[in-house]
């Protein structure tokens, strides 16, 4: 049974920093690209990063750049998000998720195309 455990999550000011975990079980891991999303009240789930099977690529919607970045230890089955310089509009319940294949840019985003899902952790930037 495949389990994706998201941790991290919490209230925080704006300008400040959290760092996401992910911790992956029941299946081979480091064969699979994760990713983030997040989805903000009343809003879809969005794409927010996700880095490749070996970690050798990284890709970050244009909201995140420079502030986020995604990263993974195969050896412990976990991929990660750090969250610099928080703003409010970050405020969402945050997913990873794992997907079998290689994808161009523009099928990173589609939710339809991750095989696997965490049940989120909420992050809250207060104002």
């Known amino acids: 049974q495949v389990q994706l455990v998201e941790s991290g999550g919490g209230l925080v000011q704006a300008g400040g920093s959290l760092r996401l975990s992910c911790a992956a079980s029941?299946?081979?891991?480091?064969?699979?690209?994760m990713a983030w999303f997040r989805q903000a009240p009343g809003k879809e789930r969005d794409f927010v990063a996700r880095?490749?099977?070996?970690?050798?690529?990284?890709n970050y919607a244009d909201s995140v750049k420079g502030r986020f970045t995604i990263s993974r230890d195969n050896a412990k089955n976990t991929v990660y998000l750090q969250m610099n310089s928080l703003k409010p509009e970050d405020t969402a319940v945050y997913y990873c998720?794992?997907?079998?294949?290689?994808?161009?840019?523009?099928?990173?985003?589609?939710?339809?195309?991750?095989?696997?899902w965490g049940q989120g952790t909420q992050v809250t930037v207060s104002s």
């Open positions: 998720a794992a997907d079998r294949q290689i994808r161009t840019t523009q099928f990173m985003g589609a939710r339809d195309a991750y095989d696997h």
């Open positions: 029941g299946l081979s891991f480091r064969v699979y690209a």
């Open positions: 880095i490749s099977y070996n970690g050798g690529t990284t």
